[in-house]
T-cell receptor
Framework: KAGVTQTPRYLIKTRGQQVTLSCSPI?????VSWYQQTPGQGLQFLFE???????NKGNFPGRFSGRQFSNSRSEMNVSTLELGDSALYLC??????????????FGAGTRLSVL | GIQVEQSPPDLILQEGANSTLRCNFS?????LQWFHQNPWGQLINLFY???GTKQNGRLSATTVATERYSLLYISSSQTTDSGVYFC???????????FGKGITLSVRP
């Protein structure tokens, strides 16, 4: 069974641009969560999608948005990029239906550099 | 929200030594996972262990939910065990994981 796939692996953008990251979950998983990892703040939850609906949201500005498609693939978008958005963005998938045994599996991440 | 504290923040071991990594959390959880982050950034699942004890080769983990802590044991450490170990917990009616700051383990040959 294929794991969680994130594309692209690396991105370089300039301030003010926007970026879209993609995540394909493990087959059969309906929940996709996004996390941002920076040296200063560690791993922080961005949002979670389940069956095409945002089910939970972290404490990030509205420039960070996401969506989920009917095949459970998810994208996140960051508009008007700032230098502080430079980070490793990690996607996790899980079955999402039962809170018990809701094991999260992570992709390899997308490393975004904003210049 | 729930707080997660990991200790010690850094650990240096000689190859072959054993170690214990600790994770304390501030509230009841329905999910607790240990991860190893590899040098390329991917989080590798080690254990799903909201309670009880599990073993996988040289690694084992114990969570005492009533006392709100979990321990990860690494025995006969190898240089390939080096990296950052994260504890992450989930609580309530959603899939959000709250991560600790991680423990950086360096195993020297």
């Amino acid at each position: 069974k294929a794991g969680v796939t994130q594309t692209p692996r690396y991105l370089i953008k300039t301030r003010g641009q926007q970026v879209t990251l993609s995540c394909s979950p493990i087959s059969g998983h309906r929940s996709v969560s996004w996390y941002q990892q920076t040296p200063g703040q560690g791993l922080q939850f961005l949002f979670e999608y389940f069956s095409e609906t945002q089910r939970n949201k972290g404490n990030f500005p509205g420039r960070f948005s996401g969506r989920q498609f009917s095949n459970s693939r998810s994208e996140m978008n960051v508009s008007t990029l700032e230098l502080g958005d430079s980070a490793l963005y990690l996607c996790a998938s899980s079955l999402g239906q039962q809170l018990a045994k809701n094991i999260q599996y992570f992709g390899a991440g997308t490393r975004l550099s904003v210049l | 929200g729930i707080q997660v504290e990991q200790s010690p923040p850094d650990l240096i071991l000689q190859e072959g030594a054993n170690s214990t990594l600790r994770c304390n959390f501030s509230d009841s959880v329905n999910n607790l996972q240990w991860f190893h982050q590899n040098p390329w950034g991917q989080l590798i699942n080690l254990f799903y262990i909201p309670s009880g004890t599990k073993q996988n080769g040289r690694l084992s983990a114990t969570t005492v939910a009533t006392e709100r802590y979990s321990l990860l044991y690494i025995s006969s450490s190898q240089t390939t065990d080096s990296g950052v170990y994260f504890c992450a917990v989930g609580a309530g009616a959603n899939s959000k994981l709250t991560f600790g700051k991680g423990i950086t383990l360096s195993v020297r040959p």
